[in-house]
C-alpha cells in the first residue's frame, strides 16, 4: 500500500516537473543590511496568497504568485520587519530591501507553511535569554527534559515524549551536522555527549518531534535536535565566572581575522568545581573551537571548523534512599567516592553550501571525530562482591568519519499559484570502536574481571528524499528514507577469534500535511514510520533478527499567531514501538523490553508583553504503556507523564537584562507496577545582568529557592557493607542546592 502511495506522488511530481513552466508575475530582489551586506535567509512573506520564500547566500530572493495590491513583508530575528504593498510597476521587477538591525523579538518571525515551523519561535526564547551552560542547551527544546547524575562529566539523562532516552537511544543530536550521539557506545547506545559545545557558540536551535523527516535517521524515534553554531562573531568577548564550590568558568571569544569575504574566530572555555558533594569532584573541563568562514556574497560558502574537548572528574555517584533515611550519609555523601572519569573528543568538521542558480543548491557536511572514554562506576555497592565491592570500569576508543550531501530545486508551477521544492540526499557514517569493554574494577587500579571485551564496527549509509508541494492554503510534504546498516562485532575474550557480522536495511516513508487557515493560524498533520536504534553488541547476539524495530508516529496539532507579539500551538500524538532489544551497557546483557504505546499532547505560549519583557511556557502530558504486560504491571519505568518548563526573559531595560526560568517533572514509576516511585521536582533559577558601556556584570542562581530535589532516580537492588540482605529501592543523584556564582565580562 505505502509503495502504491510513492509511486503515483513520483508520478506526480515527475509530471509536475515535465510539465511545468514558469508563467504569471513574480518578484524578485536582494535583501542587504545597512552596511550593504548581503542577507542570507531572511523570509519573504506574501502576505494576502501565503507563499513564501527565503534569501539565498548572495540575499536574491524570488517570490512567485504576485498581484498588485499583495503585501510582502520581509523578517528575520534582530532586523526591524518591513513591509511593502505591490503596484503596478513593481509586477516582474527587482528590487532592493535594506533591513535595519534591532533587538530580538516575536513579531520578527512570521507564521510560514514550514513542517517545523515552532522552532523558528523556539529560537527567539535562544536569542532572547541565550544559553548559559551546555545542561542548559537542550532544555530550549519544549518538552524536553534532561537530568545530569555525574556533577557534569557524564551525558544527561534526557526525558521526552514519555520515553527514558537514558543517555540519547532516541533522539538524534547533532552540531552543525556533525552527529553528537555514539552507536554502540561503552555506557549505553546512543550516548550523547554535548560538552564539547562551548554554549555562547550556539547561534540557534531547530528541532522536530517524532519520526517524521526524511533527512533524519538513526536515533530520530522522538524526535531530533540540530545546534547550529555562530559563523561569525560580532565583537570580541571575554568573561570569568566564579562561585560556590570552589567553582570557575573561564571564557573567550576572539576574532582572528575579518575581511569583507573571509573571517575567522577562536572560542575556548574552561570550568572548575569540586561540586556540591561532600567528596570534592575535582571537576576540569576545557574546551576549544577554532572557525574559519569564507563566504562570497554571491553562491558559495565554506566554513572549517575544529575543536577540541577533554574532562576529568570524581564522582559520588548515585545513592541509596535508606541510607539518608538511616542517617548513615547526607544527602550529598558518598557510598562509594571512588567513581568518575575522563572523555575527551577532537573533531574537525566542513560546511559547504553552492548555489548552482536561483533554483538550485548543494549543501554538503562532512567530519571526523577521535573520541575516548574511561568511567569508573559503582550501583550496586556489595551486591555482587561482599569483599572487593561492585565498581565497573567502561572504557573505549573511537574514530568517527562521515559525509553528507544533498541537492535542492525549486520550480515555478504554470499557473503561478503553486510551488515545488524537492531535496535529495546521500551520505555515510563509520564509527571505528576500539577496546569497546566493561570490566569489573577495584579503586580504579585493578583489573577483577572482563565482562565484555571487543571492537566494534558500524556503517550506516543512507539516502533520502522528500518533496514539498504548496497549492493555496495547502502544503504537502512526501519523503522517503532508506537506512542500510552493516553491524560487525569483533568479541576479544574468547581465545578464538570470534567475528560476527549482520547487515539489515530500512525503508523509512513520511507524509505531512499543514493548512493555513488564514495568516495566524496553521493547521498540520504528520506521520511516518522510523526505527528504534540498537546497538551492535544486540544485532549480532539476534543474529540480525527483530534489531531494527519500527516507530509508528503521527502529530495532529495548530499553531496559533492571535497578534505579531503572541504565539500558542498545540498537538496531539501518538507513538507505537514495536518489539526492541536493549544492550545494557553497565550489565553487559541484552534485554528485551517488548511493544510500546505513549500517546499525548503538547501545549505552549510565547508572548512578547513589551519590548523588553518576554515571557515562554510549555507543558507536556504523555500516558506511556507496554502494551504486552496486565494492567498495573505495564508502566515504563521512569517515563514521565507530565512536564512543564518556561520563564519569563528581560532584555535592555535600561542597562538591565536577564531571566527567571521554572523546570518541573512530576512523580513517576520507578518500575513496571509503579511500586517504587521517583519524585518530581519543580526548580527555579534565576540571572541578571547589568552593562556599563561594554562591560557587564552578572549573578547567575541555581535552585533559586533551594528545594530538596532529586536530579536523577533509579530503582536499583543493592546492598550495602553491613547489609545480610539486598534492598530494592531508589537510589539518586541529588539536585545542586542554592548556588551562585558572579559573572563579569567585557566586549570589545
Known amino acids: 500500500m505505502i509503495r502504491v502511495i510513492l509511486n503515483k506522488i513520483g508520478l506526480s511530481i515527475i509530471a509536475i516537473l515535465v510539465f511545468g513552466t514558469a508563467y504569471g508575475h513574480e518578484l524578485n530582489g536582494t535583501i542587504v543590511s545597512e552596511d550593504n551586506v548581503p542577507l542570507e535567509g531572511v523570509g519573504v512573506f506574501n502576505r494576502t496568497t501565503g507563499g513564501y520564500t527565503y534569501s539565498n547566500i548572495s540575499g536574491y530572493f524570488e517570490l512567485d504568485d504576485i498581484s498588485v495590491g499583495d503585501v510582502i513583508f520581509f523578517s528575520s530575528l534582530g532586523y526591524e520587519n518591513q513591509e511593502i504593498t505591490i503596484t503596478e510597476g513593481q509586477l516582474d521587477a527587482t528590487i532592493t530591501i535594506v533591513l535595519k538591525e534591532s533587538a530580538v523579538s516575536l513579531d520578527q518571525v512570521v507564521l510560514v507553511s514550514k513542517v517545523n515551523a515552532l522552532s523558528q519561535f523556539v529560537d527567539v526564547d535562544v536569542k532572547a535569554n541565550p544559553v548559559k551552560s551546555s545542561q542548559e542547551v537542550l532544555r530550549r527544546v519544549p518538552g524536553l527534559i534532561i537530568g545530569q547524575h555525574a556533577g557534569g562529566g557524564k551525558a544527561e539523562q534526557i526525558f521526552l515524549r514519555g520515553f527514558d532516552i537514558d543517555h540519547g537511544t532516541d533522539i538524534a543530536i547533532n552540531v552543525d551536522g556533525m552527529p553528537v550521539n555514539m552507536v554502540s557506545h561503552a555506557h549505553g547506545q546512543g550516548y550523547a555527549d554535548m560538552h564539547f559545545i562551548i554554549p555562547e557558540t550556539i547561534d540557534n536551535i531547530d528541532f522536530g518531534k517524532g519520526p517524521y523527516y526524511a533527512n533524519q535517521g538513526n536515533f530520530n524515534t522522538a524526535g531530533y535536535v540540530n545546534l547550529k553554531t555562530r559563523e561569525t562573531i560580532d565583537q570580541n568577548l571575554v568573561s570569568i565566572e566564579a562561585g560556590q564550590f570552589n567553582t570557575l568558568r573561564a571564557l573567550s571569544m576572539l576574532k582572528i581575522t575579518e575581511g569583507d569575504k573571509s573571517n575567522a574566530y577562536l572560542a575556548s572555555e574552561m570550568v572548575l568545581t569540586d561540586g556540591v558533594f561532600e567528596s570534592p569532584q575535582n571537576f576540569n573541563r576545557l574546551n576549544i573551537m577554532g572557525r574559519y568562514n569564507f563566504n562570497n556574497r554571491e553562491d558559495e560558502k565554506l566554513t572549517i571548523s575544529l575543536s577540541h574537548f577533554q574532562s576529568k572528574w570524581d564522582a559520588s555517584g548515585q545513592i541509596p534512599q535508606r541510607a539518608v533515611d538511616q542517617g548513615l550519609i547526607s544527602r550529598f555523601g558518598a557510598i562509594d567516592d571512588t567513581e568518575g572519569g575522563s572523555t575527551s573528543r577532537s573533531n574537525i568538521w566542513v560546511n559547504h553550501t553552492k548555489q548552482l542558480d536561483e533554483h538550485r543548491t548543494i ?3 562532512a567530519y571526523v571525530s577521535a573520541y575516548d572514554f574511561e568511567l569508573f562506576s559503582n550501583f550496586t555497592f556489595f551486591l555482587e562482591d561482599p569483599v572487593n565491592a561492585d565498581q565497573i570500569q567502561q572504557f573505549e576508543d573511537r574514530v568517527i568519519i562521515g559525509a553528507e550531501t544533498a541537492y535542492n530545486r525549486s520550480f515555478h508551477l504554470e499557473d503561478h499559484s503553486s510551488q515545488l521544492n524537492y531535496t535529495a540526499g546521500v551520505g555515510f557514517r563509520y564509527d571505528d570502536v576500539n577496546n569497546n569493554q566493561l570490566s569489573r574494577t577495584q579503586n580504579r587500579s585493578t583489573l577483577l574481571e572482563r565482562l565484555a571485551f571487543g571492537n566494534v564496527d558500524e556503517v550506516n549509509a543512507y539516502a533520502f528524499a522528500e518533496a514539498t508541494y504548496k497549492k493555496g492554503k495547502w502544503t504537502f510534504n512526501p519523503g522517503l528514507r532508506m537506512d542500510y546498516f552493516r553491524f560487525d562485532y569483533q568479541d576479544q575474550i574468547p581465545e578464538l577469534y570470534t567475528s560476527l557480522s549482520e547487515t539489515k536495511v530500512f525503508f523509512g516513508p513520511k507524509f505531512n500535511t499543514i493548512f493555513a ?192 530535589w532529586n536530579e536523577t532516580q533509579f530503582a536499583t537492588e543493592s546492598r550495602l557493607f553491613n547489609e545480610p540482605t539486598s534492598f530494592e529501592e531508589i537510589h539518586f543523584t541529588p539536585g545542586v542546592p542554592f548556588f551562585v556564582r558572579g559573572k563579569l565580562s567585557v566586549n570589545f
Open 363 to 365: 549543501k554538503s557536511h
Open 517 to 708: 487557515a488564514s495568516d495566524n493560524l496553521q493547521l498540520f498533520a504528520k506521520t511516518g514510520i522510523g526505527f528504534h536504534s540498537n546497538d551492535t553488541r544486540v544485532v549480532v547476539a539476534n543474529s540480525g533478527e527483530d534489531i531494527l524495530p519500527g516507530a509508528f508516529g503521527a502529530d495532529l496539532g495548530a499553531i496559533v499567531k492571535p497578534t505579531d507579539r503572541l504565539v500558542i500551538n498545540a498537538a496531539l500524538w501518538a507513538l507505537y514501538l514495536q518489539q526492541e532489544f536493549v544492550y545494557v551497557g553497565d550489565a553487559g546483557i541484552v534485554e528485551p523490553s517488548g511493544k510500546t504505546r505513549r500517546v499525548g499532547a503538547d501545549f505552549g505560549l510565547r508572548y512578547q508583553l513589551t519590548d523588553w519583557l518576554y515571557f515562554n511556557g510549555d507543558i507536556n502530558y504523555t500516558y506511556a504503556r507496554s502494551t504486552e504486560e496486565a494492567d498495573g504491571e505495564d508502566f515504563i519505568p521512569l517515563a514521565p507523564d507530565l512536564t512543564s518548563a518556561g520563564g519569563f526573559a528581560v532584555r535592555d531595560l535600561g542597562n538591565f537584562s536577564g531571566g527567571i526560568n521554572y523546570r518541573y517533572i512530576k512523580d513517576r514509576p520507578a518500575n513496571e507496577d509503579n511500586s517504587i516511585v521517583a519524585e518530581g521536582y519543580f526548580v527555579t533559577d534565576l540571572n541578571l545582568n547589568y552593562s556599563v558601556n561594554n562591560w557587564t556584570f552578572g549573578v547567575i542562581v541555581e535552585n533559586l529557592f533551594d528545594i530538596d
